[in-house]
T-cell receptor, first 111, second 117 residues
Framework: GENVEQHPSTLSVQEGDSAVIKCTYSDSASNYFPWYKQELGKRPQLIIDIRSNVGEKKDQRIAVTLNKTAKHFSLHITETQPEDSAVYFC??????????FGSGTRLQVQP | DTGVSQNPRHKITKRGQNVTFRCDPI?????LYWYRQTLGQGPEFLTYFQNEAQLEKSRLLSDRFSAERPKGSFSTLEIQRTEQGDSAMYLC???????????????FGPGTRLTVL
């Protein structure tokens, strides 16, 4: 089955700096890679996703890159703001199958 | 609210009791997923349905767990003879074959927090 590893487990940045979270996956059949943000006590919410036929995707301050050969993908948040503080999860799956999540990164943006 | 809903939001039970949770997906979403999340961890897949058919079950889903989606709409997850290790947040998610990204965007419900004493 799929195995997703996520690093770092905690990340503290100053407001305005960039944050990068990295994930690796094991199953070459995976072709869908979403990122979820989860605030304390709340449900996971999709912030960006990428499919394997695309190497990079950007949405305002958030971007995701995918290296299918190396089986790794990354989340980049630029110009971080205090409201970006949350736990971020990467995930991977074959299309329309269940997601395998990473263990999460707790991002703290210091004002 | 047109999002995924789950009931109850919290459940406290004694070890050995049975519990049942309900998930109402987004209307017309044909896929429904159950995940379990423990503190500090990512959600772990339990099972998923396409319409009323249960297509996949995780190894995590012991024979004490059963899930149904009888009419292809809402789903129930039952845990029999609960154990303290079952304490977790149980999350439901739904997706549509033709989601906005055309792929597998899963929308999560608020979860049911189970505490087994």
């Amino acid at each position: 089955g799929e195995n997703v590893e996520q690093h770092p487990s905690t990340l503290s940045v100053q407001e305005g700096d960039s944050a990068v979270i990295k994930c690796t996956y094991s199953d070459s059949a995976s072709n869908y890679f979403p990122w979820y943000k989860q605030e304390l006590g709340k449900r996971p919410q999709l912030i960006i996703d990428i499919r394997s036929n695309v190497g990079e995707k950007k949405d305002q301050r958030i971007a995701v890159t995918l290296n299918k050969t190396a089986k790794h993908f990354s989340l980049h948040i630029t110009e971080t703001q205090p409201e970006d503080s949350a736990v971020y999860f990467c995930a991977a799956s074959p299309l329309r199958r269940a997601l395998t999540f990473g263990s999460g990164t707790r991002l703290q943006v210091q004002p | 609210d047109t999002g995924v809903s789950q009931n109850p939001r919290h459940k406290i039970t004694k070890r050995g009791q049975n519990v049942t949770f309900r998930c109402d997906p987004i209307s017309e979403h044909n896929r429904l997923y159950w995940y379990r999340q423990t503190l500090g961890q990512g959600p772990e897949f339990l099972t998923y349905f396409q319409n009323e058919a249960q297509l996949e079950k995780s190894r995590l889903l012991s024979d004490r767990f059963s899930a149904e989606r009888p009419k292809g709409s809402f789903s129930t997850l039952e845990i029999q003879r609960t154990e303290q290790g079952d304490s977790a947040m149980y999350l439901c998610a739904s997706s549509s074959r033709t989601g906005t990204s055309g792929s597998n965007e899963q929308f999560f419900g608020p979860g049911t927090r189970l505490t087994v004493l």
